[in-house]
């Protein structure tokens, strides 16, 4: 191993999840590596532990036994407890100080009712958890996706990370909302099996409104990779009565089909609304902005079949 090679490997990347055995993000068995910090700040998002870059405590205030442990390890002083009214002490998380990732009050918690979200991983440690499940990736026709968070704001180490498993022969995916700098996204495509590229929305201010930034760059970024030869697959969040509407989709796949005789183009996701991270707010003191109840039943075989009727390749993603 040469010196050069040796440094990337050592260099770190904030993580906040590692999950085995998917089979959601790409074909086969995969491990998702899910990245901390995104550009985007989507109403929806089932990981707001992901938004942020930096450390952030998460409490389980329903297995909480208020007992203090927390507080004296604490360096910077996140944790304390207030009386209520009765007298009873309840723990709280200070949220206007940075936590800085040192675990303490998640050790000595007795209930596990604290945790802490993110973790600074180097290239080798993450590829020692990769390579527990070779045998998985290569019978299944699996391997590894990066997601977030967002993957593309940590370019660099994505690059390297991405390069260790293609030396390895490991099939490599990124799941990206494709709002980077497009050298970014190209750098990180010399060692990328595959793009599961998001359109959340295809109109730019319609966009802006639910996800925090306009769609120009996103949709730059896809005719880009789908003409430079890479293999991308479209991914449709559908949120009901946010971007579910006719025309919507019928602007969506006007887009797309410019792209359908491009063997690259490996054709539409459609990802369903789901609340599987709503509780995950309650633990960061965050409040989840979809108050109702926006998922779909029978409608989802409409579009598909909608879909379908512009020769597009489709599946719905059901988890």
């Not at 990337?8 to 999950?19: D, G, P, S, W, Y």
Request: net charge neutral; glycine share 8%.
């Amino acid at each position: 191993m040469n010196t050069e090679t040796g440094k990337n490997l050592e260099r770190k990347a904030r993580i906040f999840n590692v999950q085995k055995y998917s089979i959601y993000d790409g074909p086969g068995v995969r491990t998702l590596i899910f990245f901390k910090g995104c550009p985007l700040r989507c109403k929806w998002c089932s990981n707001p532990e992901g938004l942020e870059r930096k450390y952030q405590v998460m409490f389980k205030g329903e297995l909480c036994i208020h007992c203090g442990n927390c507080i004296p390890v604490c360096p910077v002083h996140i944790h304390y407890i207030k009386h209520e009214e009765t007298g009873a002490p309840h723990h709280k998380v200070n949220r206007s100080i940075d936590c800085v990732g040192c675990r303490k009050c998640e050790n000595v918690c007795p209930k596990q009712a604290l945790s802490i979200a993110g973790s600074d991983k180097t290239i080798s440690e993450v590829m020692q958890i990769i390579e527990q499940d070779v045998l998985f990736y290569h019978s299944s026709g699996g391997g590894v996706t990066l997601g977030g968070g967002e993957v593309t704001a940590q370019p660099e180490f994505a690059t390297n990370l991405l390069t260790e498993c293609k030396r390895m022969g490991i099939h490599t995916a990124i799941e990206t909302s494709g709002y980077v700098k497009q050298e970014s996204l190209l750098m990180m495509g010399q060692f990328t099996d595959l793009f599961l590229f998001d359109i959340k929305h295809i109109n730019s201010e319609r966009h802006f409104e639910l996800t925090g930034v306009r769609n120009e760059r996103i949709l730059d970024n896809l005719t880009e990779l789908i003409r430079r030869g890479y293999n991308v697959k479209v991914r449709m969040p559908f949120i009901r009565g946010l971007n579910d509407s006719e025309d919507t989709i019928r602007k969506t796949l006007e887009f797309l089909k410019a792209f359908k005789n491009y063997k690259n183009f490996q054709g539409i996701d459609l990802l369903p609304y789901h609340k599987l991270g709503i509780n995950k707010y309650k633990q960061l003191d965050m409040t989840y902005a979809i108050t109702e109840d926006l998922s779909f039943q029978e409608e989802l075989d409409r579009i598909e079949e909608f879909i379908k009727g512009y020769d597009l390749q489709v599946e719905v993603i059901r988890h």
